[in-house]
């Protein structure tokens, strides 16, 4: 039990610092669950440390617990599955969260310098959702790439295979769709 709690410690301070961005599918559902228990206290245990103070540092206080909970759930959920779709999700909740914070600090300026400030986070935000689409789009083009490459492939080992015949032959077509994924 010890184990698990310093692994889930460990993992909550992977997530808080974004180290853990490329891990995938590593923890086991008891794991991710305490871990995940876990954030959720420390980052209530955040929230409740903002009921000192007052006015906009107490709405900033409070914004930026939430944006630490939020990513580290995401990072979390990322590393728990594995998958692209909660690595993307991951990143999204990063510039999401980044961007309420912004506009959260804002609040304290008036006038244009307000404006310039909103002005700023929403430009970030906008090249932060940029990227995550253009990296989205390339690694989809990637991914036809590696396709098609690997079905040209497996053609040209196809026809090799042609020549032979029998159990050569066999062997020699099953080698070649489990080398290119056929």
């Known amino acids: 039990m010890t184990k698990q709690i310093h692994t889930s410690r460990l993992l909550c301070a992977l ?3 974004g180290l853990a961005g490329t891990a995938s599918a590593n923890l086991t559902k008891p794991v991710y669950s305490q871990a995940k228990d876990e954030v959720k206290a420390m980052f209530k245990a955040e929230r409740d440390k903002c009921g000192s103070l007052a006015g906009n ?8 617990a939430k944006a630490h909970e939020k990513v580290a759930l995401a990072n979390l959920e990322y590393q728990y599955t594995g998958t ?3 690595h993307n999700d991951y990143l999204e909740s990063r510039y999401e969260a980044r961007y309420k914070l912004a506009k959260e ?8 310098a307000k404006d310039v400030c909103v002005a700023e986070a929403k430009a970030e935000h906008d090249k932060a959702k940029a990227d995550l689409k253009a990296n989205k789009k390339i690694a989809t083009a990637e991914a036809d790439a590696m396709e098609a490459k690997l079905k040209a492939d497996y053609k ?3 026809e090799r295979c042609d020549s032979l015949s029998g159990d050569t032959k066999d062997s020699c077509q099953a080698s070649a769709k489990a080398r290119y994924f056929q």
């Open 15 to 17: 997530a808080l610092v």
């Open 105 to 112: 600090m804002c609040d304290d300026k008036s006038g244009n």
């Open 57 to 64: 540092a107490k709405d900033v206080c409070v914004e930026r």
């Open 156 to 158: 040209v080992a196809s």
């Open 84 to 86: 692209v779709k909660d």
